[in-house]
């Protein structure tokens, strides 16, 4: 079964960083682009970015640049998101998404990782 | 940027009745590349439709997407006590792919 798996609840104070994770299984990882979908507290979904698993290049979404990193790790079949210098309205859960470039849609979502910013 | 605007915001509907939410693109998706999602409370996003009117795996046909240019429409049939949720609509015709704010179906 596909499935995107990613890593626990996080908590931490303003002008920290974290580092999440997204493990994909069940599939090529290398085929399909892992995609970065952000969720603020009863808001809609705000894409932040992809990163091409093949070459391991990011593309960033106006708003995510510079605090934010893509990255991979394709032995472990593993896309990272780092967020540097954390602020209160970073507060939200952030979503890993498969892109499926036949269906021109994300197929397979992560469970989420909720991120907590409060001093 | 294209802009997503998805009415109502809220939709009080029974299980059984139809069930019709309307995702309006601030300029024409000449592509058709609109896909819907349902979201629960707690849960990721699932993809329901893709390329406005192809329904995804696993996704029964009482789903239904059309439209083209700036409206497109997602129909639920007859409602079933599952189907009580928050839909979106996404837009890949454009960069970067945007989202509308959502519509919420809940019961009557």
């Known amino acids: 079964q596909v499935h995107l798996v990613q890593s626990g609840s996080e908590l931490k104070k303003p002008g920290a960083s974290v580092k999440l994770s997204c493990k994909a299984s069940?599939?090529?990882?290398?085929?399909?682009?892992v995609n970065w979908v952000r969720q603020a507290p009863g808001q809609g979904p705000e894409w932040m970015g992809w990163i091409n698993t093949n070459t391991g290049n990011p593309t960033y979404a106006q708003g995510f640049t510079g605090r934010f990193v893509l990255s991979l790790d394709t032995s472990v079949s593993t896309a990272y998101l780092q967020i540097s210098s954390l602020k209160a309205e970073d507060t939200a859960i952030y979503y890993c998404?498969?892109?499926?470039?036949?269906?021109?849609?994300?197929?397979?979502w992560g469970q989420g990782t909720m991120v907590t910013v409060s001093s | 940027e294209i802009v997503l605007t998805q009415s109502p915001g809220t939709l009080s509907l029974s299980p059984g009745e139809r069930a019709t939410l309307s995702c309006r693109a601030s300029?024409?998706?000449?592509?058709?590349?609109l896909a819907w999602y349902q979201q629960k409370p707690g849960q990721a996003p699932r993809l329901l439709m893709y390329?406005?009117?192809s329904r995804a795996t696993g996704i029964p046909d009482r789903f239904s997407g059309s439209g083209s240019g700036t409206d497109f429409t997602l129909t639920i049939s007859r409602l079933e006590p599952e189907d009580f949720a928050v839909y979106y609509c996404?837009?890949?015709?454009?960069?970067?792919?945007?989202f509308g704010h959502g519509t919420k179906v809940e019961i009557k």
């Open positions: 390329d406005t009117s």
């Open positions: 300029q024409s998706l000449s592509s058709g590349y």
């Open positions: 996404q837009q890949f015709a454009g960069s970067p792919p945007t």
């Open positions: 069940g599939y090529s990882f290398t085929d399909y682009s």
């Open positions: 998404a498969r892109w499926d470039q036949v269906l021109y849609a994300f197929d397979i």
